[in-house]
């Protein structure tokens, strides 16, 4: 990568990886064959696409951006897959509450993905164990049973509005027998799709939106088509590109109910945000302004956002500070800015970032996706070249993310 001018176009984000995964793992509940529509081509939909197939289902893709899941019966079900397939990727845990629903048993290695931290298991055991099923834990390995036929309805009260573990209790609770109540679930957008597509394959679901669902459990669903929404970060990432390069960017399938805590912050910062027309657009100033930001479960700002927000004020004009408020160790790409000539200095949960007029290029590493990302966007301002690698991170959850940059106008080239 090599310094840009302002980057200016009209781009899509495509479908959202943390909304996909979760429905591809549904289609679990039921036999036959599922569409989804607006999927992005992804290395993580790959990943869960060779699970799928490992526990007996036929993954195919129709269009380049629709995806066929032809699930077995029941009986026809295999409810574990090799480990390598669970420690690549976070997602593959939400298999747990669908092959539970389905099969009566599941076994699977302990999930992977992003380092960042330690983001505990125990919401998801403990919810589908107060539904009725049991487990017998190694350091490696979850296994997990049913004492009757079916799970039973239950309280659930989270502790965290856990986003991953609201889904794989919704999952499970759709086939339960009886009432599920959910308090305190996570309310992000991804949650209310998987519910809509729950409900289009015939589960009884209220409170959609909100931080308390009501499932009547049912004895059986169907299969359906269902169109994925746009990513949310995805969009982000492209809109910071615009921010902080002082250019115009419109992302043309972006929901700005979906971004408005993180569309103030870009206003904030100095950005001309334009949501009357197509999507989201947006137009940077000469240089952003600092401000501060925090992290907190939706609606507040996103985790995911952070390294994206932390690189854009890396080069603003001022002091800010950044708290991270939900997961441990989720500064580590602060390093390589640093590296880049970003003069930040992190102490706990907070992040003191001292704007810099100028990045300079040098070799840094993705640790992990949105890190990834956020590395590329502050490639594009600094003076000479950025050399990145780990690009297999930036791979799991964007589709051609450096041909989305040239489009925009980017010095972007990929070496392999």
Known sequence: MT?????????????????????MAACLLASGEHRLKNVP??????????LLQELGCAVSRPASHELSIVVPSAADLRPKAPAHLFAAMRASLVVLGPLLA??????????????FGGRPINFHIDGLGSMGATFANDRATIRGSLAGDRLKGA???????????????????????????IDNAAREPEVEDLARQLVAMGARIDGLGTSRL??????????????VIPDRVVAATYL???????????VLDARADHMEMLLR????????????????????????RAVDVATLPYPGVATDYKPLITTVLSVADGVSV??????DGRFRYVEELVRLGANISTQGHHALVRGVEQLVGTDVRATDIRAGAALSIAGLVAKGRTAISGLDHIDRGYEDFDGGLRSLGAAVERQS
Do not use: W
Request: hydrophobic share 40%; net charge negative; aromatic share 2%.
């Open 322 to 327: 950044v708290t991270e408020n939900l997961f």
């Open 41 to 50: 081509r992804i290395l993580d939909v790959e990943i869960m696409s060779e």
């Open 214 to 227: 009501t499932i009547e459990g049912v004895e059986e669903l169907h299969a359906a088509h269902h169109e």
């Open 155 to 181: 309280r659930v009260t989270l502790e965290y509005p856990s986003h991953t573990a609201t889904d794989n209790l919704l999952m499970a609770a759709v086939l339960a027998s009886g009432r599920t109540v």
């Open 3 to 23: 310094p840009n001018g302002p980057l200016e176009g009209d781009i899509r984000a495509r479908g959202a990886k943390n909304a996909v995964l979760k429905q």
């Open 102 to 115: 389905r099969c009566g048993q599941a076994e699977m290695a302990l999930p992977g993905g992003d380092d």
């Open 265 to 288: 912050k870009f206003e904030a910062m100095g950005a001309e945000v334009d949501v009357a027309g197509e999507g989201v657009a947006l137009r940077g100033p000469a240089r952003v």
């Open 240 to 250: 910071a590109a615009g921010l902080i390069t002082g250019g115009r960017v419109r």
